[in-house]
């Protein structure tokens, strides 16, 4: 009878995240953080959470240039499974002040789209690229989580004008065949797709278990309604996945900036002791390697006030450094 009274509030009720969304937008307003659509090429368009005064006037070359002598730019790249805005939204409402924060949505995410056939991170780190350029960003502090650490590690490979440091979250420079493996072997999955592009309601609530330390009690319907908006583009998003897994021997070593490494101490998916390989093939480009114990893979929103806290602990440090440089 109990059950039969849920089913009916369940069908009842609107979808929580259909609600959530328009107050998260009022919310980001009021932090003075909008969206904004950018053509990259005819065809692809990519949404992005910008400044409210770059919304305003996103290619005013006077205007980014003051912009970016009074607040350095930090550019958010998110994981996988969800937008950029539902990932990074509480890092966003803690930085919007004191930074001029930048939220792209990856092609397939957030309403960016694109009609062309590419599904490499390569491809994305242009795309983001090309947008920040758009906005008036020359320089920026790229802060990227999971599949966003490894098209930021491209983006820094291949703009390296523009990616001045790196924040790397619980990720890796290029996600190999070894490093793949091994990551699906701990989680008990054959593909990527089928864990990120769950295909039922029990899958998305085994993809937050198994990407938290400690997943707190969350009722079923806020699964089935997670499930019925976040796993658009279906097909395009297993395309990405299968072209991100690359051959060991077609990975190569490139020049980075500096890099800071924040992990999830309890991270099962790229471990602690992927964080320590990691460090060791950047060698002197990275300064720190950080954990924040009881978190897993989704740290930032598992424990994002301490994430926070080291977050700005990280940018503070990175632009004194950078202007001892310029000094």
């Known amino acids: 009878m109990v059950r039969e009274r849920e089913r009916e509030t369940e069908r009842e009720m609107v979808n929580t995240f259909a609600v959530y969304k328009p107050l998260l937008r009022a919310l980001m307003k009021l932090a003075g953080v909008r969206p904004q659509m950018v053509e990259i090429d005819p065809g ?15 290619e005013n070359s006077k205007h980014t240039k003051k912009q970016d002598r009074t607040k350095p730019a930090v550019v958010f ?25 930048y939220v792209p949505d990856f092609l397939f995410f957030g309403g960016s789209t694109t009609d062309r056939s590419e599904r490499s991170p390569e491809f994305q780190a242009e795309c983001v690229a090309k ?12 802060v990227g989580l999971s599949y966003g650490g490894m098209v930021g ?16 979250t619980c990720s890796v420079m290029a996600l190999t065949k070894s490093i793949s493996g091994a990551g699906l072997e701990r989680i008990g999955f054959k593909s990527w797709s089928e864990y990120l592009l769950p295909d039922s309601i029990k899958g ?67 471990t602690i002791e992927v964080a320590e ?17 009881k978190a897993g893979h989704l740290v930032q929103m598992e424990r994002p006030f301490v994430y926070n806290k080291c977050l700005k602990e990280i940018l503070e440090t990175l632009l004194e450094d950078h202007g001892r440089k310029i000094q």
């Not at 692809?44 to 996103?58: G, R, Y």
């Not at 790249?77 to 924060?101: E, P, S």
């Not at 491209?154 to 790397?168: D, F, G, I, T």
Request: hydrophobic residues 45%; negative net charge; contains cysteine.
């Open 277 to 293: 390989n990691l460090k060791i093939q950047l060698g002197d480009r990275v300064t720190v390697l950080k954990s924040i114990e």
């Open 153 to 168: 590690f491209k983006m820094a490979e291949m703009y390296p004008n523009l990616v001045q440091s790196m924040v790397v």
């Open 44 to 58: 692809t368009i990519l949404n992005f959470w910008v400044p409210d005064e770059i919304h305003s006037n996103p």
């Open 77 to 101: 790249l998110h994981g996988f499974a969800a937008d950029g805005i539902i990932t990074w939204q509480f890092q966003v409402l803690a930085l919007a002040r004191k930074y001029r924060v």
């Open 204 to 270: 998305v609530e085994l993809l937050f278990e198994l990407a938290t330390f400690k997943l707190p009690w969350i009722p079923d319907f806020i699964y089935k309604h997670y499930f019925e908006v976040m796993f658009d583009h279906r097909k395009e998003k297993e395309e990405l996945l299968e072209a991100l897994v690359i051959d060991d021997k077609d990975f190569n070593l490139a020049h980075h900036p500096q890099v800071h490494l924040l992990w999830g101490e309890n991270d099962i998916i790229f």
């Open 131 to 142: 947008g920040l350029g758009k906005l008036g960003v020359e320089r920026c502090t790229l």
